[in-house]
T-cell receptor, first 113, second 113 residues
Framework: LAKTTQPISMDSYEGQEVNITCSHN???????ITWYQQFPSQGPRFIIQ???TKVTNEVASLFIPADRKSSTLSLPRVSLSDTAVYYC??????????????FGKGTKLSVKP | ETGVTQSPTHLIKTRGQQVTLRCSSQ?????VSWYQQALGQGPQFIFQ???????GRGNFPPRFSGLQFPNYSSELNVNALELDDSALYLC????????????FGQGTRLTVV
């Protein structure tokens, strides 16, 4: 079973900021939060990963509150090409676990012109 | 481009047949995982190979088996194909077994008729 809960779908318009929130109430101390993006008929692509507070890269920002029971992926100024399914995963990023990724159904983001 | 290549891209097999799917991992990565993705679902973990040994397995029957070679490339074998085996099969390579940053290939679309 996936250890995360996220909305099934979201709609947005080009140029808007999109925030996708993920709940992970049972996150373990060693778990990192990782987000993947998947386009139709392609493999998932790693977007961003974090442990606490805020992480930013050239693609997105990840906000993690102090209790770490949720996280928010923020996509600034989305374009049509950001239409995809976004998966939130939690897991141990060190050798303590097998590191197998547990995907839920993800959030299908549709960006409209 | 992740550097992970899978072959073939598409395949049609008959129920009861056997199939072998192949994956070349990214340079510098010693771990390969396989996932099955049914339509509209997230990828489901099949198993993982690290240094030519299986070191993790999901909830898949023994007719799903694999190999990893000294160059870290990998094969997924499925025997006695069933109609429900129709799916996108994804290979992911990682720097280590516990790592949660995985690089996925484009997948092999298997159709069982």
């Amino acid at each position: 079973l996936a250890k995360t809960t996220q909305p099934i779908s979201m709609d947005s318009y080009e140029g808007q900021e999109v925030n996708i929130t993920c709940s992970h109430n049972n996150i373990a101390t060693n778990d990192y939060i990782t987000w993947y993006q998947q386009f139709p008929s392609q493999g998932p692509r790693f977007i961003i990963q974090g442990y606490k507070t805020k992480v930013t890269n050239e693609v997105a920002s990840l906000f993690i509150p102090a209790d770490r029971k949720s996280s928010t992926l923020s996509l600034p100024r989305v374009s049509l090409s950001d239409t995809a399914v976004y998966y939130c995963l939690v897991g141990d990023n060190y050798g303590g676990s097998q590191g197998n990724l547990i995907f839920g159904k993800g959030t299908k983001l549709s960006v409209k012109p | 481009e992740t550097g992970v290549t899978q072959s073939p891209t598409h395949l049609i097999k008959t129920r009861g047949q056997q199939v072998t799917l192949r994956c070349s991992s990214q340079s510098g990565h010693n771990t390969v995982s396989w996932y099955q993705q049914a339509l509209g679902q997230g990828p489901q973990f099949i198993f993982q190979y690290y240094r030519e040994e299986e070191n993790g397995r999901g909830n898949f029957p023994p007719r799903f088996s694999g190999l990893q070679f000294p160059n870290y490339s990998s094969e997924l074998n499925v025997n006695a194909l069933e109609l429900d085996d129709s799916a996108l099969y994804l290979c992911a390579s990682k720097k280590g077994p516990g790592n949660t940053e995985a690089f996925f290939g484009q997948g092999t679309r298997l159709t069982v008729v």
